[in-house]
Structure formats: C-alpha cells, structure tokens
C-alpha cells in the first residue's frame, strides 16, 4: 500500500460526459501528479501541483483540468469524453518533487462507451 | 525533450534463469533515472532509480541497473528470477524528478 488513495476504482460513462476523478496523496506529501496509461499512448504525464499551485504541465488536453485542494487532495476534471479518452487514471505523489520518489495509487479505470 | 526506449515488449524467462530488461533513454542534460514496476492490477511501484553518485544501484528484491553515461542506457538485471516477478516494468527518466517520462514497458514473464 502506497499510502495514496484514489476514488473510484472503476467509472463507466458515455460519450460527451464529464467526471472527476480524485486523489488523496500520501500524508506529509505536497506534491501530486497526475498520470494517464493507455494502450496506445503508454504512460504519459499530465500535469503536476505542488502545494495548491500548478507546477508541470504535460500532454494534457484542454478538455481536462485538475486542481488541488488546500488539504492537499487533488481532482482531475475529464469533460467532453471521447472514446480515445478511455484509460487508466494514475495519481502519485511525493513531498516536494526534487530528487524524491513518486507513490503511485492504484488508478481509476475509465471507461467510455 | 527527453525520451526513453525499451528495447523489448516482452521478455519470457525460465524460473531462476537470469534476465535483462533494457532501456536507453536521449536527453541533451543530466537526468534522474528509474525503474517502476506494476504487477497485474496494481499501480507502479518504484523498484529502484540513479540519481547520482555510484552508477551501479540496487533493489531489496535482487534487481540492479547500471547507469552507463556513455551509452545512455539504464538497463535492468537480476541474476535469478522467480515467478514473483512476472510483471510490466517501465522506465523512466527525468531532468528534475517533478515530470516522468517513462517508456512503453516491458512485459517479464517467469515460467515454472
């Protein structure tokens, strides 16, 4: 057990809509990463909030936002699902960034029908 | 921009036969550079990963890469495999360990 949590665990939704997946990092941690793994695209970094502030951004579209809460949880918003957007949906997190490892969860698998 | 290449989609080995997962990254910098592994329906774990310092580093579970500047790989070995560690590993590498890169993964399957 990594320490982060990730709700939910599966999501199924059509075309069009719009969910939020959300992430507790580890206790202590001020970093969260947010991470999509598909079977196409591999594993690909999507964008990273360090202590409320977004700090890296990475192949993330602009139909996808993310935010992180004062008490340190993050949510990542998906809107205007298309199919290509079904994935699995990894949070990681670490104290600060430099030089420290990143805890993954255990992802939310999403799937758009 | 970095990127990282493994060699190798998939990689059958016999129990306690000896396996090398390869990877070789390209980046104009310094890099961090890792190895995770996901076991089936789980999230990445980190196995080990060179930040500095001696180019030879270890896990507690007997894996070790060698980070080799020269021919900018990162690969991954142990000497004896055992079905525990069937699993995808992934390579990554990073210019200041906030931003991942990882490659497409390598798929080790350990027969009896």
């Known amino acids: 057990d990594s320490g982060v949590t990730q709700t939910p665990k599966h999501l199924i939704t059509a075309t069009g809509q719009r969910v939020t997946l959300r992430c507790s990092p580890r206790s202590g941690d001020l970093s969260v990463y947010w991470y999509q793994q598909s079977l196409d695209q591999g594993l690909q970094f999507l964008i990273q909030?360090?202590?409320?502030?977004?700090?890296a951004k990475g192949n993330i579209l602009e139909r996808f936002s993310a935010q992180q809460f004062p008490d340190l949880h993050s949510e990542l918003n998906l809107s205007s699902l298309e199919l290509g957007d079904s994935a699995l949906y990894f949070c990681a997190s670490s104290y600060r960034g430099l030089k420290e490892t990143q805890y993954f969860g255990p992802g939310t698998r999403l799937l758009v029908l | 921009a970095q990127s990282v290449t493994q060699l190798d989609s998939q990689v059958p080995v016999f129990e306690e036969a000896p396996v090398e997962l390869r990877c070789n990254y390209s980046?104009?910098?310094?890099?961090?550079l890792f190895w995770y592994v996901q076991y089936p329906n789980q999230g990445l774990q980190l196995l080990l990963k060179y930040l500095s310092g001696s180019t030879l580093v270890e896990s507690i579970n007997g894996f070790e890469a060698e980070f080799n500047k020269s021919q900018t790989s990162f690969h991954l070995r142990k000497p004896s495999v055992h079905i525990s560690d069937t699993a995808e590993y992934f390579c990554?590498?990073?210019?200041?360990?906030?931003?991942?890169?990882f490659g497409k993964g390598t798929l080790l399957t350990v027969n009896p």
């Open positions: 990554a590498v990073s210019r200041s360990n906030y931003k991942l890169t």
């Open positions: 909030y360090y202590n409320g502030e977004e700090r």
């Open positions: 980046s104009s910098v310094s890099v961090y």
